[in-house]
């Protein structure tokens, strides 16, 4: 029997006079005793407490949600989501992002002046956008339309820019989106050289390396499908007859990188069938005539990133052997930012094919100075300049396009079980040693749960198994193989959702509700095994764009149980602050609810990613928060400050929120000779400094 709204919106009730009660009814500490140390004693359990009274309405309570979510998870959250948009929560309080995100979210479309309607539809190659009198209502319209057809969201106008969460930004001299190679040529072309230049993707990033102010132009290449000056078929002719592809990889791609890796991963398997978007491959790889469908060896979580800003920032999924993305990226063609010596003071822009050296080279260099579409390249062959630039941070020229490595189409099943995190901290070389599972990933939870007697962490394991798809007699995918699986993203949409009502709800709850929820949503993840195409089980389609930030953290595979154990000890220092000062203020604060994701990564090359010895691994420990809750930067700091008052060591994703403020830094994980190289290239392709954060 499926739970009803109804029914739920009496648990509500309950809910409130629970949250009530928790404070007139529990033993409080004093005004003066939380002045001197506002800690919840260190023996202390929140759920202690309360009082006997309390904690049987509340153990009653848990019993009766505990038996809906498991009689319907999904019918369970439906009903959850409808009651609490009913039930008129009193809102979080405002804060001081909520002036700059005022608005955000809307359609600013809307708001844009007429000539700037009429610029963007220009841009977007809408019918009649150059002809004066046309209709700007309908241009407005026909914007929206196209930008719904690309799949890229305009939440920004040409004067302002924003991340995905609203939580880095403002206001820029100029916003350029090209939609050619050499549009954005003739655009760089005489540009004044003391000009400060970013280049944005999806916005997807919460550190502050997308750092702009009222003095940048900011280059947006979401609208760059072509390449123009080699988009010919004769392009191609420059690879090198012995090329091989690396070990489980099968073929070399030519990309754009400014398209999102949904859009990709949709491409390359031929999901589209509009001609306009199947032929952006196609003109592209004219070597691969016809184009087969393939699939990145390995993905993050997230689809919604522009491909060179995930590689760039060094983002990576999970598995044993699967480097981060850079690991996969043969060739980058960058536009360098250089003076032009004819007019001093302005820009000049050429274009460089940047690759590694013998058996990483990919080009015939005879070829490549005799190929006419590529008159005016150079191509730079240098193993410290591609490990330099695949993890550029944006700091290195205008990435523009990549030759990539890619797979065959393949599939993963994944398996999913709930598990103890004392049963695994012990193995977990062993789980990345099983040949069984292509990816492993955990999501465990920071609330410990009684387990006999002792507590402990429950964890959600999610290994994957590689295997053929099996087509239909004409070559059709199965459409199951396709369907949005409800695997991660149902747990991470149910436990991340912020705005429409898990976190708002979370915030109007004590500490034992918080568990309870935490601990449901988890539960509704693990599922019977299922199948699917890689890109469809790779990515978590709700998680990407949840209003959240992250810290994230690499260690050595052979610290890793110690690093988890450390942050677990840290959010449970969190969680006792939380609950003293929510006794002291009467009123909610932030729980770090979210559970925390544990994955593996294969060491590479790049300057910038862990340096762990070829053939080994890191683990990342992402620790989330969400973005719209007042103690999301302390709670953060807290567990970066807690690494580096350990033994472990450790380095910073530099895409997720740190403590760097922009800086490129030695730490335990990355010695300062890749610092050094990676500033000497950082000169070569930004010789005037045009790109350096200020």
Known sequence: MQPSESEIQGLFDELR???????????????ESLEESPEAPEDQDPLDALSPEVATRLEALKLRLDALAQEDPIAFRAAMNAAYEDAAWPPAEADEDEEILEGLHDDPIDGWADEEVRRFASQLGVPTAGEPDSDVSDLRKAVRNEWKRRDVEPLNTFHQWFNCVGQRGGRVVERVQPGSLSDLMEFLHGLPIDARVRVVGGGHSSSDVVDVDAGTVLIDLSLM?????????????DYADDVEAPAGLDRLVRLPVGLSIRNLTRLLDRRFVDDDESAVLDRLNPHLAPMPAMGFPNLGGYDAQSFWGACTTGTHGTGRGLAALPGVVASVEVIVLEEDPDHPGSIRPRIEQVEGVGSRAVTDPTRFAANPHKAGWTLNSSDEALDAITVSLGFMGIVVGANVWLKDRYGLSDQVSMEWWGDLKDRLEEELDDPAFRHVQYMISGFPRLRGAKKDHRVVCMRRAEFEPQLGPDGEVPPELLEERPLQAQMLGFMRQGPTWFLNLIEGLPFPMADLLAATAMREA???????????TLKLREAAYAPMIATEVFVPLDRAAEAVDLMLTTTRALHKRAFARERRFEKPLYWQVSPVAIRFVAGSTALLLPHVGEGEHYVSIEIPAARDLEDRYETLQAHIDAYRASDIPFTLHWGQWNDREG?????????????????????????HGMMARR
Do not use: Y
């Not at 693990?526 to 469809?536: G, H, P, Y």
């Open 17 to 31: 006079a629970l949250h009530d009660d928790a404070w007139s009814a529990s033993d409080a500490p004093s005004e």
């Open 663 to 687: 800086q490129v830094l030695a730490d335990d994980l990355i010695p300062q000779s890749a610092v050094d190289a990676w500033e000497r290239q950082r000169t070569h392709f930004d010789p």
């Open 225 to 237: 499908r072509t390449l123009s000056s080699v988009d010919a078929p004769g392009w191609a002719g």
């Open 526 to 536: 693990v599922t019977e095994d299922i199948e699917r195409l890689s890109f469809v």
